[in-house]
Every structure is written in structure tokens, then in C-alpha cells.
């Protein structure tokens, strides 16, 4: 079993999952922290490490069907430290861990908030004749109107918005810079599996 990084670097890490854990510190400290150490991360960098299921041993991508397996390397911290950092960082965010699901015929559920309260609608769907419903959690506020109806709506707001035809060239290539800058994390778990495939290539 060999290790994903360098053992110095390794050291670093898993120290920055313990601060982050045991200390609840922010991740601008931690850098900081790491700097003295001789130690450069970038500050979005350091949030796609804590989210990385590599360093705790799992391999997560989308080469691997949305599957997460366990990997041949040697994790760099536990899976309850993982745990534990992640769940620190959900509750910063205010998201919950348990997420419902979406349903395509209540796009605006959570999206949109009510005029009169300021607070995001839900929805639900009358199962007696299957038809999806918006409405607002303060009682007595708004009452209760057919999603349809609101979802068209929103359709017609849309193709109010049109882009510069000599504007999409450079947009396309704005995004593809920015779905690469904030999917570089990724690149470790690249690394590993062409390593794991040229490993194999060699023994067969």
C-alpha cells in the first residue's frame, strides 16, 4: 500500500483535518498555520481538500459511475476525522446533512420566496389527482397555487434574458476555466487511477 503524497506533506494534511476538527478554526487560520510550516495552500484549495474523499482512503468519480470504493492507498486521516471535519462544514453552512429530493415538477420549491413574508416557498404534490402545489410556510400568507402555472411563469421571465451572440465565444471559454479551476481537486484522484492502471498494465 503506498501513500498518496509526499510523507511531509501527508503530515500537514492531517494535521490541517485535526485543527479543523478538534479546534473548529477557520480555514484562513489553517493556512496560516501551514504557512509556518512551509506550507502554501490556497484558501479554495483547502476546502476541496476537506471534501476529497481520497485522503481518508476513499476514491470518489465520475469514471466510476457516481461509485465510491475503497482505495489501495494509504489514507492519510480516519474516516470519523473525515466525518467530523465535514460535518463542522455543513454546519457553518446551515445545510442539513439530509437532503430531500428534487422533483422536476416543483423547480421553485426553496428557489423563490413569498412577497408578502420573504420566506422560500415549498411544495408539494395532491396525490388524489396528482398535481404538484406551491405554497408558503407562514400559515394564513398566501395559500396555495398550482405550480404549472408559477413554473411558466418563470419560463417567460427566462427568455426575457438573451446573450450577445459575440459574447458566447468568450463565456463558453470563461466556464470552462471555471468548472476547471473548481474541479482541480480532482486531479489527485486522476493521478491515482492512472498510477492503478499502469500498475496493472504491468503485472498482466
Known amino acids: 500500500m503506498h501513500s498518496l503524497i509526499h510523507s511531509d506533506k501527508a503530515k500537514l494534511t492531517r494535521k490541517a483535518f485535526e485543527w479543523k476538527a ?4 477557520s480555514n484562513v487560520e489553517i493556512i496560516k498555520r501551514q504557512k509556518k510550516c512551509e506550507l502554501t495552500i490556497q484558501r479554495q484549495y483547502m476546502t ?6 481520497i485522503y481518508c482512503g476513499l476514491l470518489a468519480n465520475r469514471l466510476l459511475d457516481g461509485k ?3 482505495g489501495n492507498h494509504k489514507p492519510i486521516v480516519s474516516k470519523e476525522l473525515f466525518s467530523k471535519v465535514n460535518n463542522i462544514n455543513t454546519e457553518k453552512n446551515g445545510i442539513r446533512s439530509k437532503q430531500r429530493k428534487n422533483n422536476p415538477n416543483l423547480p421553485m420549491r426553496g428557489f423563490v420566496k413569498c412577497d408578502a413574508c420573504g420566506k422560500p416557498i415549498t411544495g408539494y404534490i395532491e396525490k388524489k389527482y396528482n398535481l404538484a402545489y406551491y405554497r408558503d410556510h ?5 395559500g396555495y397555487n398550482r405550480a404549472e402555472k408559477l413554473n411558466e411563469k418563470f419560463i417567460t421571465f427566462l427568455a426575457t434574458f438573451q446573450i450577445d451572440e459575440k459574447l458566447i465565444a468568450p463565456l463558453k471559454l470563461q466556464m470552462k476555466f471555471t468548472f476547471d479551476y473548481f474541479n482541480e481537486s480532482n486531479k489527485d484522484v486522476l493521478e491515482y487511477l492512472k498510477y492503478n492502471l499502469n500498475t496493472i498494465k504491468e503485472k498482466m
Do not use: V
Request: charged letters at 30%; glycine letters at 6%; proline letters at 6%.
Open 138 to 142: 407562514t400559515k394564513g400568507c398566501c
Open 22 to 25: 478538534n479546534e473548529s478554526i
Open 48 to 53: 476541496r481538500i476537506f471534501r476529497n474523499p
Open 68 to 70: 465510491i470504493i475503497k
